[in-house]
């Protein structure tokens, strides 16, 4: 009995093509043990020497203002703000759909196999990261997270995503949120200016 090529190269397309959309299929959707996005209030600000209180506003395109918003995540703009106009930071909050760091040689605390999940910088090299059920802080992260994919002990396998607002008021009062944008970071429009 002769084989029958196109049974056999027909399922061979299945078993290798089939196996990679299975495979990809698993990837498009990523499962966090914790409730996404990760919202972190009061956090790291633009400039590690910076600190709330009187800020300038600086570094806008010729004829651009800046948006205000009503609350993070909202798209209601509630004011506008211009170049070299001096606002009030009051606070902060960095939202973000964390980072996954896959552990594969020991590090530290870490084992082989273990997941860590990056949630925001926090400043001088250091991440706020979600690992063994808790939130911490680790130093030691930093190279892996954001100069390469990967090192030798873990793999960045998916990328964090963050969207940070400051929470500003007006010389006239009237109170908004600054989102940063991957096209106008804030930290390139606003300027510490604690002694203005």
Known sequence: MKPNWAVIVGLL????????????????????????????KGGYLPCESCRLGKWGVYHLP????????????STRVVAKVRNREIVTGLGTEIRTMPGIIQVFQEHGEYRP??????????????????FDG??????TIYTLALDTPQ????????????????????????KGWARETPDQPLHFNFTCCQNM
């Open 13 to 40: 397309f299945v078993l290798i093509f089939g196996a990679r959309a299975i495979s990809a299929e698993k990837h498009e959707k990523i499962y966090y043990p914790f409730p996404v996005p990760y919202i972190d």
């Open 62 to 73: 010729e004829g651009e203002e800046l948006k205000l918003y009503a609350s993070p995540g």
């Open 113 to 130: 196999r273990d997941i860590v999940y990056l949630l925001n910088y926090t400043g001088n090299g250091c991440f706020k990261v979600w």
């Open 134 to 139: 808790a939130i911490k802080s680790d130093c």
């Open 151 to 174: 090192a030798d002990w873990g793999d960045l396998v998916h990328n964090p995503w963050s969207v940070w607002w400051l929470h500003v008021q007006l010389k006239n009062g009237l």
